[in-house]
């Protein structure tokens, strides 16, 4: 069935300035179903969002279920569960995929335990607001697209602020990773109850979902399911024009709804609320079944990895786990992204966990990531038309290598939200972002280093 | 398993478009080569010749520059190789072999080392280098045109000859419009390149066609190509023989080739066209009021001088708007 006969309506949404058009590479995946991992002990970080890290409130020998608090959240931070039924191996400084070492929970998998009983509100979609944002307060549930922002703090409104539209993102704009595309595939029903909830949280009387086009196969099953839910109000699904960065708030946001967010604001300012479609069913469920963020699906693939596949796993999870399960590293690995090729961190070990706003593992070999030292700026122009936010990552490299990093501040460099187009383009392969990221620094502690940095590749 | 010794720990983005400095070097040096043989064709293998002395010329001055100042040799990014190879383009064939070796060292050391090397000159390195050779070797860079002799490859006694803008120069319109039958039939060998001229310009066609190589890979875009056609063109309505202006002399060439040079061109459209038009204008009163037959080569380093400026008027337009509150 074609998109138009399922009723998808109307042009291919779009945001108006820049982007790129990347290689998508996600065919390796896109008709993989989610399968289930579970390892034999997991490391469950304290730390797995930004704000304060959770305290831990097991020991050592300690047996714990699948779901049971282990670390009670400090103000502003998110609490952590069990994400498998065992033993407390330990308490302990371990590797961790941003922090390089945070405290962690080591639990060790018990094979033979029951599935945990699940509670099913009957009553769900007619709590209170507040019931329902205290279900997800305590569900642990952080944003799940990337930046790992404590949900429940996005939901409570500032006083004044009045939100008319969630918009949901199933954009999935990063080459590879197909993760959102298969929750979208297999649970449409589940990400519209989450957006709708989410809606009624907020008080918001529209939602609408963003599905990039190269997945329209997904924006018809969600389509479907608007149909048999008859939510009110109904969601809308709208395909995106495929292009880099789609998913960005910003560009999600103006694509969707005409509606352009203020320099370095939020999507609030615009009366918008934007969530990752595994965020609204993580929501769903900690509202209907009180289940907190237990599990992590991401999509484990490149071509240095043996079986690419989308995976379910519990959090904690080692990346060395998931390799083994995944049939392996090719030798000529050479990078570990976290997250897909355009904004995702490179990982220097693989025995650190998957943690809540892990969106991937991409393994690149040597031959995908091979470079160029980078050359002077020839002034092509290239970065300046790829640019979504039309800033000057051209003049803020320069002036950032010439040790004048603080008078960049007028070709953007606070705006920049380093998405990475300027240098996928830059023919002098200039790391513009990491340039952008040292001026960043500069003016945080107001002085030009810059003056001496090279940027450049680091081997771990 | 500890750390995994190997893996890289460089910054996003991991993937980049493929099209580097260096492929866009090489692009444009290569697109010039049907051009270059029909040069070939027309003035015999003398015109690999030069092409290949400017080229050494080029070459030479970056690596003793680069040599001198203890840095790392630049030389792979192909960037003077393609200097040498587009002086040569605005050369006439009958230049003895050793002269463009002379004007694509000083093009290279003076117009582009001496300011910092690739990306920091403010002139078009092949350009300052022809300018170089017309202030200091006027007599053979203006009387050494040959006259087309398709298929002799090598000819001892090649013919000199004047170049049509030299002949309308000098002669006037009207005697011009005798002495060369101007016509239909005349204009296709112009556009066809049956005719006198510099090595990179005799054919109109396969300029536009090296050019339209380069469009589709996207390393030139329209806006400074068509603007400078178009200010030529304005401005030669002016003169009688406006078609005649559009076809001759460099402006081809040089309208695709050097007034696109990225580093010396202004960054955004809209400053791209004013630059454009307004070196296809000045080149355009120089031929028809001004002192030389041509005058392309002074109109694109006078507008390379404005660039600065323009890329300072004509910045990017930020997408989001500014706060207000909140
Ligand atoms: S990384 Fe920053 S400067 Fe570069 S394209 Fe993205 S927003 Fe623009
Ligand atoms: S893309 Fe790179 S070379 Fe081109 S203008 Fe931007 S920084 Fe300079």
Redesign the interface.
């Known amino acids: 069935m074609s998109t138009h006969e399922a009723g998808i309506s109307g042009e291919l949404r779009r945001f108006l300035r820049g982007g790129v058009s990347l290689e998508e590479h996600k065919e390796a995946t896109a008709q993989t179903p989610i399968t289930t991992f579970i390892p034999a002990e997991v490391t469950i970080p304290l730390a797995q969002h930004l704000g304060p890290p959770a305290q831990a409130i097991v020991k050592r020998k300690q047996v714990v279920q699948r779901g049971e608090l282990i670390a009670t959240a400090e103000p502003n931070g998110a609490p952590v569960h069990a994400s498998v039924t065992g033993t407390v191996a330990r308490v302990a400084l371990s590797p961790h995929p941003t922090l390089t070492e945070a405290p962690a929970i080591v639990i060790t998998v018990d094979p033979n335990a029951a599935a945990p009983q699940c509670t099913d509100d009957p009553a769900w979609a007619t709590l209170p607001r507040d019931v329902m944002l205290a279900r997800i307060e305590a569900a642990g549930i952080v944003g799940l697209g990337g930046a790992a922002f404590p949900t429940y703090r996005k939901l409570r409104l500032p006083d004044g602020v009045r939100v008319d539209t969630v918009v949901l993102n199933g954009a999935e704009c990063e080459p590879y990773l197909t993760s959102d595309h298969r929750l979208m595939l297999e649970s449409p029903k589940d990400v519209l109850r989450g957006a709708w909830l989410l809606a009624q949280i907020i008080g918001a009387q529209r939602v609408v979902i963003g599905v990039e086009d190269n997945k329209s196969d997904a924006a018809v099953v969600l389509q479907a399911a608007v149909e048999q839910l008859s939510l009110s109000p109904a969601p809308d699904v709208l395909l995106c024009r495929t292009r880099y960065p789609q998913g960005a708030e910003r560009q999600l946001v103006e694509a969707l709804t005409g509606r352009r967010i203020p320099a370095r604001g939020l999507p609030l300012q615009v009366g918008v609320l934007v969530q990752n479609v595994a965020t609204a069913i993580a929501c769903y469920q900690a509202v209907r079944y009180q289940q907190p963020l237990l599990d992590r699906v991401l999509t484990v693939t490149g071509p240095g990895i043996g079986h690419p596949m989308n995976l379910r796993v519990p959090i904690g999870t080692l990346v060395q786990d998931i390799v083994a399960h995944c049939g392996g590293l090719d030798a000529r690995t050479a990078m570990v992204i976290a997250g897909g090729p355009m904004m995702g961190r490179a990982l220097g070990r693989l025995d650190v966990p998957v943690i809540k706003g892990t969106g991937g593992l991409l393994f690149l070999r040597v031959d995908d990531v091979q470079r160029e030292p980078y050359g002077p700026c020839i002034s092509c122009a290239a970065c300046l038309d790829a640019c979504p936010l039309g800033l000057e990552p051209n003049q803020i490299s320069i002036y950032t290598e010439a040790g004048r990093a603080l008078e960049t501040e007028s070709f953007g460099t606070r705006e920049c939200f380093e998405c990475g187009c300027c240098a996928y383009v830059c023919p002098a392969e200039r790391p513009l972002v990491q340039f952008i990221q040292i001026a960043k620094a500069a003016f945080q502690t107001g002085s030009a280093i810059g003056l001496g940095v090279r940027p450049g590749v680091v081997h771990g | ?17 493929g ?6 070097m090489w692009w444009v040096t290569l697109s010039l080569l049907p051009a270059y043989l029909w040069a070939t064709y027309l003035f015999g293998v003398r015109v690999l010749g030069l092409t290949a002395s400017g080229v050494v010329g080029a070459y030479l001055g970056e690596w003793l520059v680069n040599r001198l100042r203890q840095q790392r040799q ?1 030389l792979r ?1 192909g960037s003077a190789v393609l200097t040498g190879v587009l002086l040569v383009g605005t050369l006439s064939p009958g230049l003895p072999l050793w002269m463009p070796a002379i004007g694509g060292f000083m093009g290279i050391v003076f117009a582009k080392m001496l300011f910092g ?4 000159n403010i002139f078009n390195p092949a350009l300052v280098a022809r300018a170089f050779l017309m202030a200091c070797f006027p007599l053979a860079m203006t009387t050494t045109w040959l006259a087309p002799r398709p298929g002799v490859w090598w000819a001892a006694d090649a013919v000199t000859t004047a170049s049509p803008l030299t002949v309308l120069k000098l002669e006037g319109v009207a005697r011009a419009a005798e002495l060369l039958g101007l016509g239909p039939a005349y204009y296709g060998q112009l556009l066809l390149g049956f005719r006198a001229g510099s090595i990179g310009e005799v054919s109109v066609v396969l300029v536009a066609l090296g050019a339209a190589v380069l469009l589709r890979r996207r390393i030139l875009s329209v806006y400074i190509p068509l603007s400078v056609l178009v200010g030529t063109g304005l401005v030669a309505l002016a003169s009688d023989v406006p078609l005649f202006h559009l076809l001759t002399g460099g402006l081809w060439f040089g309208a695709f080739y050097m007034a696109t040079d ?2 010396t ?1 202004p ?2 459209p809209r400053a791209q066209i004013i630059f454009g038009l307004g070196i296809g204008a000045l080149t355009g009163i120089i031929r028809i009021w001004g002192g030389y037959p041509e005058g392309i080569c002074y109109a694109i380093l006078l507008w390379n001088a404005v660039t600065p400026a323009l890329n300072q008027w004509f ?10 509150g ?1």
Not at chain 2, 117 to 120: A, R, S, V
């Open positions: 398993m500890a750390e995994t010794p190997g893996l890289r720990l460089a910054p996003g983005p991991h993937v980049h478009a099209q580097t400095t260096r492929a866009i630049t990014d090397g690739l990306g920091y990225y580093v061109a960054l955004l910045r990017p337009k930020r997408v989001a708007p500014e706060a207000i909140v």
